[in-house]
């Protein structure tokens, strides 16, 4: 059976990642440090320059942001294996107050 594994960010989570049951603690998955670092790094992007009534401050900030999820969403699967399906949840999509 494999496992799901979402790759979504959440005001003030600081590890997004997330298991059906909820979120994921980082020793719940095997994730290589490499990778932990990046996952952190992503989530720290997210909890400093996303405001939740406003989203991003430019266009060019969710553009960047999206691409960096999308890339760990596929090493994060290279890594963990054929025993997980890890998806992108990416729902902060506002920018500078409208919603893209």
Do not use: C, I, K
């Not at 992007?45 to 960047?64: I, K, S």
């Amino acid at each position: 059976m494999r496992v799901r594994v979402r790759l979504m960010n959440d005001y003030t989570v600081d590890w997004p990642l997330w298991l059906p049951d909820g979120g994921a603690s980082e020793d719940e998955l095997p994730v290589p440090e490499h990778l932990r670092s990046r996952v952190r790094a992503w989530a720290d992007v997210f909890n400093t320059l996303y405001h939740y009534e406003r989203g991003w401050p430019t266009r060019h900030h969710l553009q960047q942001h999206r691409r960096e999820g999308e890339r760990l969403r596929v090493a994060l699967a290279e890594d963990l294996g054929p025993g997980f399906d890890v998806v992108l949840d990416y729902w902060e999509t506002g920018v500078d107050g409208a919603t893209r």
